[in-house]
């Protein structure tokens, strides 16, 4: 059975500093990985999907990497911002599992000014 | 731009009463999902469906029910709401087809409280 884990549940950093985010899954058959952002009351917002095939994908000051193998990805976020303060989940598609995520319990991010 | 639309943000309802949740979305996505989100438990999901008036059950299906009569809409359906379905309630969609696929977009959610 699949299972997803982000740590840490909780991340407080100063504004501009860079982070790192990490998921890690437990079954390595996997369609792609996607990472979203959740503000506090709202739906998920998608950030980066990530196909099986790929190593990693970029998005202004963000960017996930995928390794398959170890079953890891990390989110790295650049020169943090207020703005940035949200929940972030990471989700896998077990491949042929008709595109059912499987979501991690996500990390809660503040960055303080 | 993407767009997946939840009829109601916020809802109060008694108990027993049949609660209808409408999701719509503007892709012409094959795939629609139904999640609940509650603290601790993360997002679970409901029931999905892959087309036109297919569904399939997820993982949490008892006490709910799905409509998909057209394929820019799915309805989660609460036949006799109770207190322990209060809860976020997310719709979502999703492609099949070329390259990328299975990317998720998600609606704002329906908070549901059941008094």
């Known amino acids: 059975k699949q299972e997803v884990t982000q740590i840490p549940a909780a991340l407080s950093v100063p504004e501009g500093e860079n982070l790192v985010l990490n998921c890690s899954f437990t079954?390595?058959?996997?369609?792609?990985l996607q990472w979203f952002r959740q503000d506090p009351g709202k739906g998920l917002t998608s950030l980066l999907l990530?196909?099986?095939?790929?190593r990693e994908q970029t998005s202004g000051r963000l960017n996930a990497s995928l390794d398959k193998s170890s079953g890891r990805s990390t989110l790295y976020i650049a020169a943090s911002q207020p703005g940035d303060s949200a929940t972030y989940l990471c989700?896998?598609?077990?491949?042929?599992?008709?595109?059912?995520?499987?979501f991690g319990a996500g990390t809660r991010l503040a960055v303080h000014p | 731009d993407v767009k997946v639309t939840q009829s109601s943000r916020y809802l109060v309802k008694r108990t027993g009463e049949k609660v209808f949740l409408e999701c719509v979305q503007d892709m012409d996505h094959e795939n629609m999902f139904w999640y609940r989100q509650d603290p601790g438990l993360g997002l679970r999901l409901i029931y999905f469906s892959y087309d036109v008036k297919m569904k399939e059950k997820g993982d949490i299906p008892e006490g709910y029910s799905v409509s998909r009569e057209k394929k820019e809409r799915f309805s989660l359906i609460l036949e006799s709401a109770s207190t322990n379905q209060t809860s976020m309630y997310l719709c979502?969609?999703?492609?099949?087809?070329?390259?990328?696929?299975?990317?998720?977009?998600f609606g704002e959610g329906s908070r549901l409280t059941v008094l």
């Open positions: 079954d390595s058959a996997i369609y792609n």
């Open positions: 979502a969609s999703s492609r099949v087809g070329t390259s990328p696929t299975g990317e998720l977009f």
């Open positions: 990530i196909q099986s095939s790929q």
């Open positions: 989700a896998v598609i077990r491949s042929g599992g008709y595109n059912k995520l499987i």
